[in-house]
């Protein structure tokens, strides 16, 4: 199937400092774009790929599972280590989950984590019913386009049954891998977010074991943040953060040295 156009995956060259940034579940790479280009623009080697099953139809999406997701950004993290002396990861609600799986599983390979109203649990009544609700019924109302300030976010407006419920099951998976986090940590949560409760990013700082933890509450947007008021504010804190961490980081076109 072609890939909806704007939801391509992304990747730009740049210094020895890599990031790479996972979208979210249903979503596709355009919800983390401006973030990309943002970090491309000021010399970082930015890594953004689409994940299998994702940014074409959500019958495709129904034939995968986690692991898939995770293989491929898996892989993403490989090749920015190859290509780079120090590598941060990066994502949004299922990709917060997706990013704190690969620190959790690099260790040093990975030099910081930032996540933008990670995900941790399916909630609901409804998630308790996915293993038999599943094999009766496709679909379920999809989760895109939780933006104040309107605006369009290109992904799926269904969210297939068996894919959420690989998803239940990854979740778990991650919240047990969340104490071998060690990483310096930056999360920014949405004070009102219509996706992810609050309970999730606050059980995600309750579990890790990084000493080094920001949180950050962004008042203005909703869950996905990468595309609303608070943009700008993510972008900048992100790069702030990286460049704390790795000398040479944070001015726009000059190239990143770990």
């Known amino acids: 199937m072609p890939v909806l156009p704007g939801a ?23 919800s983390l774009r401006p973030w990309a280009e943002y970090l491309a623009e000021r010399g970082l080697t930015v890594s953004l790929p689409l994940l299998p099953g994702h940014g074409t139809r959500w019958e495709d999406l129904q034939v995968t599972g986690w692991q898939d997701w995770y293989a491929e950004v898996d892989r993403a993290l490989r090749s920015l280590r190859d290509r780079c002396e120090r590598v941060f990861v990066a994502g949004l609600s299922m990709g917060g989950a997706l990013a704190l799986r690969l620190a959790a599983k ?22 308790y019913t996915l293993p038999v609700s599943r094999h009766l019924v496709r679909t379920a109302r999809g989760i895109t386009g939780d933006i104040a300030k ?30 071998q986090v060690t990483q310096p940590l930056l999360l920014l949560r949405s004070r009102q977010d219509h996706v992810v409760p609050a ?16 949180e950050i509450v962004l008042e203005q947007s ?21 460049g704390r961490l790795a000398t040479g980081v944070g001015k726009e076109g000059t190239t990143a040295r770990g």
């Open 8 to 30: 391509e995956p992304y990747r730009r060259e740049g210094g020895e400092v890599g990031v790479l940034l996972c979208h979210g579940f249903t979503g596709s790479p355009q």
């Open 106 to 127: 690099h260790g040093e390979e990975v030099a910081g984590v930032v996540v933008v109203n990670p995900a941790n649990k399916v909630h609901g009544l409804s998630a």
């Open 150 to 179: 309107g605006g369009v976010e290109i992904g799926y407006d269904r969210a297939p049954l068996h894919a959420t419920h690989s998803l239940r099951t990854f979740f778990r998976l991650v919240d047990g891998e969340l104490p």
């Open 199 to 214: 309970a999730d990013p606050a059980r995600i700082l309750s579990r890790v074991s990084s000493t080094d933890v920001t």
């Open 222 to 242: 909703y869950h996905v943040a990468t595309l609303d008021h608070d943009a700008d504010r993510i972008f900048e804190e992100s790069l702030g953060f990286i």
